[in-house]
């Protein structure tokens, strides 16, 4: 499960206050944030100044989803889009989908997240971003903590996964997700942030490395907590397991399709 | 007319082996033994309009039964666990083709005289316990009290239906056929 372009812009969309979002640079903000719900998407963000940013959201024009329309504030032109009846259905659609991995309750706190991010400026969504992530050089050490205490903790959950009996689709993730995420934590600490310390602000960084450690902080109670579980959370695992692996798939190094994949894990 | 058995159907599948693997297979897809043969007769059956059926609700032990099998002296070295469960999550997402594909025949859960039949006439089986499972008798069942015309084929690889097929024939009128034998009815 993956969301399309077109269907996160349009999930984003109808989730915004009047359906519609004040400007491209808002716009990228509010997709990336999907990331920090596990919620697989087809858009790629590198890293600038303000945080998540794919430069071919801000030339996106008018589709059947959607409208873009331009207007005046404090005298320079902006755009802004707007849902359109062919988007909401889209949005249906895509709710549809994520249903497979969020539950109701999640849905509606994404929904809500989204509609009072909307009301705020683009600066103050990255800003909020920024903190969560490590983005910036001051938090450096904090980042540092974060890939050495989830490889650690990964690690300790990786060598319980043998415990677990794998007759069940649910038992079968579950060890899924514990070894990706093992792996993963141990790309993110031995090849790509092992310079990190003395690096400066990662312009153009790939931002799915700061989301997948995020990610991989919050999946470890989770994944604790299913070790101990007889019967394993079916849709909870899944949500994991497919941000983890469909996020990745076809536009990261550590994914299952990359056929070259041994040499990082080795 | 031709019912299947899910795992019979699940082995109609074709695995596409993730990028990252393939350096450790020849091929770039992973099939069951009898795959060719299944699908010949899913050609032929099409080719005639004549229309296949299954039973449900489909039992998701099926899926790790024939996922188990595949994988089964494969040698994979590296996130073995992911391995299994991209395969796994391909044999379920094949379940939305076979949602589409089969006219569906609906379990019937009353086989308590089935289970005595099986019961009385218990054989000794080589690779499966000798009394057919509660979900084969569901099949057996719902299949006898389909109302058809035509030769009822039920195809499957499931020791629990060939080892006692001269005795379902007879007391169902239900024609099983070995899944290994399938292109050859």
Redesign the interface.
Known sequence: MRLTKDEAIALVLSFSKKQEISSPTKLNKLLARLNLHFIPIDIDFSLNKYGSFNANLGALETTPFYQRETYEYKGREVSKFILKEEGRKLAENATHKIKRILKSIEIEELQEEINSLSELQASQISDEEHKKLFVDVDDRYKLIERINTVHVNLYDLYREMDKIDQNKLEEINLAALIEYCFYLSKYLKEKRFKDIENAGYEFDAYMLDYYFLYGLEIVIPVLRGQLKEEKKDQILINKYYQYFINSAWGKYPFSLDNNNLNRLTA | MYAFDDCTILNSCELKI??????FFKNDTITSKNFTKIIALFQRLNNSNVPRYRFVPFN??N??TVGNQLLQGLNVQ?????F???M?SQL?EFGDWIENSFIKIEKNKNIDDIKRFFVDNERNLIKERNIPEDDDLTIIKAYTEYESSETKYFISHDEHFWGYKDLILSEFGIKVVEEWKCDLT
């Open positions: 993730p990028g990252a693997y393939k350096i998701e032990e899926i790790v590296m996130l073995k666990a992911n299994r469960a991209q796994m379920q």
